[in-house]
């Protein structure tokens, strides 16, 4: 009896090692089965995926070309849709509603911007029509967003006075900072400590271009009325940290009182199966390079 | 002492059950083979496909002819019987309807898995001036 319950023991235990291989095997097996369906639907995403991009970027082609438009690929049955190209950063408001303000990134010390007064894919410098041109008698500035740093602005007109391109320039400081009056800037009508509000950030300085006010008279349009406006460089001094800028146009007629584009942003979606996907791009329009204001620039030979 | 002789009906499910594991696993291994293959294939293909759609892009706009042109990547020769075209065409001008400069882009990319034939299609637009012009 002894040895038979050895025996019976020891068929138990056969089954149990064949029980736990067959569990072994079985999960391998079945891991595997899932590892090979998960790869499989992975890569079919993904190529779903990368037809809805390529779909997504078609759609930004065509409206780089002006061509807003969706569109569907019958033979690999993707497309592109809701494609919006604003055209204008800042946008054109309505007739009756001021431009919102154009408000630039943080700026360190001497970090240069590039507005642009007239629209650089028309014609220049002829300004045929209004819109091309900036044609506002003032614009507003604001810049710096600390009471303690006290940023100072220098800026660039550059014109067309009928023949030749201008450029003038006028510095604008803080009324409050003790290095002004004997670095001469201009503080007349500079406001500053005023905390001027703009969607973007809080303002410490600002000035209306144009006022006819200060002693290098920031007159936009006043003698120069038969001129046309191309673009201000704008320029921070003095500023330990960086800070914002912004500028804004005046009046409430439309884009015949805006500024011209600055940048646009395209929106695109492409869509293949059920997988979309959304391309956004930002184009920043062509501006002339931080060393143009530090070159010396002629037409002609230049004799010592 | 009959009894213990004897199989007992738990042992024998629990052969029945081994068995049809057995038979489940060696069943599925062959269509695993097949679907990881597949979808080695489909990463691959995707792979060559897109390098030719950014090729593409990086080419001066004046520089796309339109045609049919074989894909030139070594990678293909990894695919099953593997073939692939590149064609550049004008804008349908049903959809440029202002005669925009764009070029249609569409890659090809063909290969055989256990037998049937596999095909990888991609469209895209290529403008003048556009996106790595």
Same mark, same amino acid.
């Given at each position: 009896?002894?040895?038979?319950?050895?025996?019976?023991?020891?068929?138990?235990?056969?089954?149990?090692?064949?029980?736990?291989?067959?569990?072994?095997?079985?999960?391998?097996?079945?891991?595997?089965?899932?590892?090979?369906?998960?790869?499989?639907?992975?890569?079919?995403?993904?190529?779903?995926?990368?037809?809805?991009?390529?779909?997504?970027?078609?759609?930004?082609?065509?409206?780089?070309?002006?061509?807003?438009?969706?569109?569907?690929?019958?033979?690999?049955?993707?497309?592109?849709?809701?494609?919006?190209?604003?055209?204008?950063?800042?946008?054109?408001?309505?007739?009756?509603?001021?431009?919102?303000?154009?408000?630039?990134?943080?700026?360190?010390?001497?970090?240069?911007?590039?507005?642009?007064?007239?629209?650089?894919?028309?014609?220049?410098?002829?300004?045929?029509?209004?819109?091309?041109?900036?044609?506002?008698?003032?614009?507003?500035?604001?810049?710096?967003?600390?009471?303690?740093?006290?940023?100072?602005?220098?800026?660039?007109?550059?014109?067309?006075?009928?023949?030749?391109?201008?450029?003038?320039?006028?510095?604008?400081?803080?009324?409050?900072?003790?290095?002004?009056?004997?670095?001469?800037?201009?503080?007349?009508?500079?406001?500053?400590?005023?905390?001027?509000?703009?969607?973007?950030?809080?303002?410490?300085?600002?000035?209306?271009?144009?006022?006819?006010?200060?002693?290098?008279?920031?007159?936009?349009?006043?003698?120069?009325?038969?001129?046309?406006?191309?673009?201000?460089?704008?320029?921070?001094?003095?500023?330990?940290?960086?800070?914002?800028?912004?500028?804004?146009?005046?009046?409430?007629?439309?884009?015949?009182?805006?500024?011209?584009?600055?940048?646009?942003?395209?929106?695109?979606?492409?869509?293949?199966?059920?997988?979309?996907?959304?391309?956004?791009?930002?184009?920043?329009?062509?501006?002339?390079?931080?060393?143009?204001?530090?070159?010396?620039?002629?037409?002609?030979?230049?004799?010592? | 002492?009959?009894?213990?002789?004897?199989?007992?009906?738990?042992?024998?499910?629990?052969?029945?059950?081994?068995?049809?594991?057995?038979?489940?696993?060696?069943?599925?291994?062959?269509?695993?083979? =097949? !679907?990881?293959?597949?979808?080695?294939?489909? /990463?691959?293909? +995707?792979?060559?496909? #897109?390098? %030719?759609?950014?090729?593409?892009?990086?080419?001066?706009?004046? =520089? !796309?002819?339109?045609?049919?042109?074989?894909? /030139?990547?070594? +990678?293909?020769?990894? #695919?099953? %019987?593997?073939?692939?075209?590149?064609?550049?065409?004008?804008?349908?001008?049903?959809?440029?309807?202002?005669?925009?400069?764009?070029?249609?882009?569409?890659?090809?990319?063909?290969?055989?898995?256990?037998?049937?034939?596999?095909?990888?299609?991609?469209?895209?637009?290529?403008?003048?001036?556009?996106?790595?012009?």
């Amino acid at each position: 009896m002894k040895k038979q319950g050895s025996t019976r023991s020891q068929a138990g235990q056969i089954i149990l090692i064949l029980i736990l291989v067959m569990t072994v095997a079985l999960g391998i097996g079945l891991s595997v089965i899932q590892k090979s369906l998960v790869d499989i639907s992975t890569a079919s995403k993904a190529e779903e995926s990368s037809r809805a991009f390529s779909a997504a970027e078609a759609g930004v082609e065509s409206s780089l070309q002006g061509n807003t438009n969706g569109q569907n690929f019958a033979e690999t049955l993707s497309g592109f849709k809701n494609v919006s190209d604003s055209g204008l950063i800042p946008s054109v408001p309505a007739v009756g509603s001021r431009q919102t303000a154009l408000e630039y990134l943080l700026l360190a010390k001497e970090d240069i911007v590039h507005i642009w007064l007239a629209d650089p894919n028309a014609n220049l410098p002829t300004c045929v029509y209004s819109s091309v041109c900036y044609n506002q008698s003032t614009l507003e500035v604001y810049w710096g967003n600390s009471s303690t740093d006290k940023a100072a602005l220098e800026l660039t007109l550059v014109y067309y006075d009928g023949s030749i391109y201008q450029s003038r320039k006028w510095y604008l400081d803080n009324p409050f900072a003790v290095r002004n009056p004997p670095n001469g800037f201009d503080t007349v009508n500079v406001f500053c400590g005023g905390n001027y509000s703009l969607p973007g950030a809080v303002y410490q300085c600002h000035k209306t271009l144009g006022d006819n006010s200060g002693t290098n008279n920031t007159s936009l349009l006043g003698p120069l009325n038969s001129y046309k406006l191309m673009l201000i460089r704008a320029r921070l001094l003095y500023n330990t940290n960086s800070q914002p800028l912004a500028v804004q146009a005046v009046g409430t007629c439309g884009r015949d009182c805006s500024l011209p584009p600055q940048a646009r942003q395209i929106v695109s979606t492409g869509i293949s199966g059920e997988t979309q996907r959304t391309v956004k791009l930002f184009q920043m329009y062509k501006v002339v390079p931080p060393f143009f204001d530090y070159a010396l620039f002629s037409s002609g030979e230049i004799n010592k | 002492m009959n009894n213990q002789r004897g199989v007992s009906l738990v042992e024998s499910l629990l052969v029945i059950v081994a068995v049809a594991a057995i038979v489940f696993l060696m069943v599925n291994i062959p269509n695993v083979v =097949n !679907l990881m293959g597949k979808s080695n294939h489909l /990463s691959l293909v +995707r792979e060559i496909g #897109l390098k %030719q759609l950014e090729d593409k892009r990086t080419t001066s706009y004046i =520089n !796309l002819v339109n045609g049919t042109t074989t894909i /030139s990547d070594t +990678r293909i020769s990894l #695919l099953p %019987q593997g073939t692939g075209t590149v064609t550049v065409a004008d804008c349908d001008p049903s959809i440029c309807t202002n005669s925009e400069h764009i070029k249609k882009i569409t890659i090809t990319v063909s290969w055989k898995d256990n037998n049937k034939q596999q095909d990888f299609k991609i469209d895209t637009f290529v403008g003048e001036g556009g996106l790595n012009q």
